[in-house]
């Protein structure tokens, strides 16, 4: 009998958590499938126990790698057996919930969509120890728009671009993969990159699952059989540029050009902070400026042309003139500040009714404005030297000797300025608290200096 649902799942030494990622595919409310498990030459036990597993159920069908080929071998491989109407992936270290097949499926069924997509998070060690999660849409509005059929360019910009690039999250129309002739690419990491982007990109209906809870759990942890832990940055740009000359070649370079340029900066800023060493990174910085970002068209005409946001039109400047450290602090600001929300919002709660400065009217402010506008219940004063006299959220911005004394608290929103800032306070005899966000960030703790 023919199974709706062909799972894939790649198999390379995940012994140590491979029966409970099988127990959680037997566990599935929808029973309708056929599983292919593709073990890469395994030699911790891997294979044994899907051995096993495969005399246990008959709808598991185990394979063997003649030698060690990589995870995109082992999915294309399996991707040329399936024979059920949709594709599911599955990896062997997760844990998903029993109702992910079902609502992916009821999702892909109903609206007659090529690409059923779910939500997800992130945990360590303990499956309630959350470290990331998707980031669910906020509004009925947008979830209504994603519960019903979409084109990736029918998505606002910054929605598009919260659907993940793992394989995990979909159910795909085999008819669909065939005819698009989309498989993974044999890279030693990023492989899936290229697959997932082209599904989303020429997919004519995608659809969200009815629910927005997290279905699939990744498992973070290090190990060294996990290329993922130390990829090639080299790896992302060979997936980028497949990405564009097969947009071009499908004629949807202007459908999607603004996405594209959005994901290959945050995806080239993402290589180099995971590029290693610092000798990686900064060779990795200096490729992408002598020919890897021209190489991928992404030049300042191009992007001049754009819609993308300030924000990745900053990190793309910092590509082009910033250091190796510079981007580095960045990624601390934005993914940091955004992780510890609930203990800075605490912290701003502390300061209600006091009167705060914040130095530095930039996009770091901007961001850190739109994230806790809703929690600053105390008088604002912004101060920047550079832009005083200027309106900034309708108030005005002044220079520090303006504001020296008349407030309680001061804000650092970037360590890098730090040592200036407390010397143009010591200048002034500042008498106010000093609040530095990233220590605040790194120790768990408000670091206040009374002056």
């Known amino acids: 009998m023919v199974a709706e649902i062909s799972v894939?799942?790649?198999?390379?030494?995940?012994?140590?958590y491979l029966r409970e990622a099988l127990d959680c595919v037997l566990a599935q409310d929808f029973t309708a499938y056929k599983m292919y498990c593709v073990d890469d030459c395994s030699d911790d036990g891997s294979y044994e126990i899907l051995l096993e597993y495969e005399q246990k159920d008959k709808r598991i069908r185990v394979f063997r790698n003649p030698q060690r080929m990589g995870a995109a071998y082992s999915r294309n491989f399996a991707l040329k057996m399936v024979d059920g109407r949709y594709v599911k992936f599955v990896d062997a270290d997760d844990v998903i919930?029993?109702?992910?097949?079902?609502?992916?499926?009821?999702?892909?069924?109903?609206?007659?969509?090529?690409?059923?997509?779910c939500e997800w998070d992130k945990f360590q060690g303990n499956i309630g120890n959350i470290t990331d999660r998707s980031l669910y849409p906020q509004s009925g509005q947008e979830k209504e728009q994603l519960t019903h059929p979409h084109q990736l360019n029918d998505l606002p910009l910054n929605i598009a671009l919260q659907i993940t690039n793992a394989p995990w999250a979909f159910?795909?129309?085999?008819?669909?993969?065939?005819?698009?002739?989309?498989?993974?690419?044999?890279?030693?990491?990023?492989?899936?990159?290229?697959f997932l982007e082209l599904v989303k990109m020429l997919a004519e209906k995608l659809v969200h699952t009815s629910s927005f809870k997290a279905l699939v759990h990744q498992r973070v942890y290090q190990s060294i059989f996990r290329i993922g832990s130390n990829p090639n940055p080299m790896d992302i740009v060979l997936a980028l540029d497949a990405?564009?000359?097969?947009?071009?070649?499908?004629?949807?370079?202007?459908?999607y050009r603004d996405y594209y340029f959005t994901q290959?900066?945050?995806?080239?800023?993402?290589?180099?902070l995971t590029a290693g060493n610092k000798e990686k990174q900064e060779q990795f910085l200096i490729f992408l400026r002598k020919k890897g970002l021209l190489q991928l068209g992404v030049n300042k005409e191009a992007i001049e042309k754009s819609h993308i946001t300030d924000k990745i039109l900053y990190f793309y400047?910092?590509?082009?003139?910033?250091?190796?450290?510079d981007i580095v602090e960045e990624d601390f600001f934005y993914n940091r500040v955004s992780e510890h929300k609930n203990s800075i919002c605490r912290q701003l709660h502390n300061w209600r009714g006091k009167k705060v400065v914040f130095w530095g009217v930039g996009r770091r402010m901007q961001f850190f404005w739109d994230l806790f506008e809703e929690e600053m219940e105390f008088s604002i004063c912004f101060v920047d030297a550079r832009k005083a006299g200027k309106i900034y959220k309708e108030r005005e911005i002044v220079t520090y000797g303006q504001a020296a004394n008349k407030n309680d608290i001061i804000v650092i929103l970037n360590r890098l300025y730090e040592q200036d800032i407390m010397d143009v306070i010591n200048h002034f005899h500042g008498e106010e608290q000093v609040f530095s966000l990233e220590r605040f960030i790194e120790q768990s703790m408000p670091v206040c200096k009374e002056k």
């Open 8 to 16: 894939i799942m790649p198999v390379y030494n995940a012994g140590e």
């Open 97 to 117: 919930e029993p109702n992910l097949f079902s609502l992916l499926y009821e999702a892909i069924t109903v609206f007659h969509a090529d690409v059923a997509y």
């Open 171 to 194: 159910l795909i129309r085999s008819e669909f993969l065939k005819e698009k002739s989309l498989e993974f690419q044999s890279l030693p990491s990023r492989n899936d990159v290229y």
């Open 243 to 255: 990405i564009k000359d097969r947009m071009l070649c499908c004629k949807i370079w202007e459908d």
């Open 264 to 272: 290959c900066i945050c995806l080239l800023r993402h290589a180099i």
């Open 317 to 325: 400047n910092l590509l082009l003139n910033g250091t190796v450290e």
